[in-house]
């Protein structure tokens, strides 16, 4: 017998302001995606590659030093310069079954650009789930992709 479960749906939304343009900040973003992200969130540890393909049905990947790879995400929608839409899986031992919609919108602003982040969860959330995951991306773009980009 399994057990049920019920399905919950969390949204989240926040915005990392980054003094570069919003076209330097979506180059560093996409194609310098390793140099950035930060070893903590390196699943497959230490001498992993994280690498993304910034076109449809592209995936967000990490491959480890010993051959191993994660799927992070695939790329559901691309607007070259703008925005990603991604789409990624948490398997129940990390907490899931869990579908994460992740969006990633570079916009201008006054004084350089901004990352938007917006994902709905969807499955086995709960509130903790949910802000762990909103803290976690509030940490890599935060501390990972902003201070790439500004340093």
Known sequence: M???????????QFEVPIKRSASDIWS????????????DFRALGEG???????????????????GSSLEWYRVQMVT???????????????????????????????????????DALLGNVTESSASSAEGGWKLLFGDGLKAFCEK
């Open 2 to 12: 399994s057990d049920l479960t019920d399905v919950t749906i969390m949204k989240y």
């Open 28 to 39: 560093l973003m996409i194609d310098q995606i390793d140099d950035w992200w930060m070893s």
């Open 48 to 66: 992993s590659k994280v690498s993304l393909s910034a076109e449809t049905g592209g995936q967000l990947i990490e491959t480890g030093a010993d």
């Open 80 to 118: 070259p310069g703008k925005v990603l839409y991604l789409v990624g899986y948490m398997a129940p031992d990390w907490g899931g079954p869990t579908t994460s919609m992740l969006k990633l919108a570079v916009e201008e602003r006054d004084e350089g650009g901004a990352l938007v982040v917006s």
